[in-house]
């Protein structure tokens, strides 16, 4: 169950704290995060990707990766592919790779609450 909490919280947020009937927390967390990336979206912020050197490209890239199934569809459909060329795009970046650092930190928080090192 802490794995299924932890696998489920990464890909959808906030899943790994309906699994344990936490509603109202997995619930916050769910509309929290899908907000922030589509509120990055909407900013046309960048989505990064993999394939590059630099270790600040690395390191958004992980926190795009965060979001999980979100990052997943977004790349699926080509959304945040274009070059940042307005001020606001570097805000909707960071929307983006903030909504995935915090859903890495929900789904480890399900997986503690599931191995009972957390009390809810």
């Given at each position: 169950m802490p794995t299924m909490a932890l696998i489920a919280g990464w890909l959808i947020p906030g899943a790994g704290h309906l699994l344990q009937r936490k509603w109202i927390r997995g619930s916050l967390l769910m509309v929290s995060i899908v907000a922030m990336f589509a509120i990055g979206l909407a900013l046309k912020g960048k989505?990064?990707?993999?394939?590059?050197?630099?270790?600040?490209?690395?390191?958004?890239?992980?926190?795009?990766?965060?979001?999980?199934?979100?990052?997943?569809?977004?790349?699926?459909?080509?959304?945040?592919?274009?070059?940042?060329?307005?001020?606001?795009?570097?805000?909707?970046?960071?929307?983006?790779?903030?909504?995935?650092?915090?859903n890495i930190i929900s789904a480890v928080d399900a997986h503690s609450l599931a191995t009972g090192r957390k009390r809810s």
């Open positions: 989505i990064y990707s993999p394939n590059t050197g630099d270790l600040l490209d690395i390191l958004n890239f992980a926190g795009d990766l965060g979001n999980g199934l979100l990052y997943i569809l977004a790349r699926m459909l080509d959304l945040g592919q274009v070059t940042v060329q307005v001020a606001t795009a570097d805000y909707g970046t960071k929307f983006m790779v903030v909504a995935g650092l915090l």
